[in-house]
């Protein structure tokens, strides 16, 4: 029933931007609490960030000024804009969200940042 859509990933340099889109279907996406996760070669995937039905947002320290997680519920849609991008920042990004006890995923977009 719930399927996520990314898109938005690609190639920029260094100090570039970039806005990454998750597209959502379901009921209960108004109600969710919806994130972004990555995960790069060889390593865990870990919460980028999240934000809450009402608004709340959290983010990764490292993330933090640079990244900006938005949500639209009337087009159940969930944005993250992310600036003064950083070859760090080089993952597979994921769109989440959580519901009770239940997680579903999107096939995530690549994000390349080039020094």
Known sequence: QVQLVESGGGLVQAGGSLRLSCAASGSIVSIAV??????????????????????ITNYEDSVKGRFTISRDNAKNTVYL??????????AVYYCNLRWTSRNYWGQGTQVTVSA
């Open 81 to 90: 804009q992310m600036n003064s991008l950083k070859p760090e920042d080089t």
């Open 34 to 55: 919806m994130g972004w996760y990555r995960q790069a070669p060889g390593k865990q995937r870990e919460l980028v960030a999240s934000i809450t039905s009402g608004g």
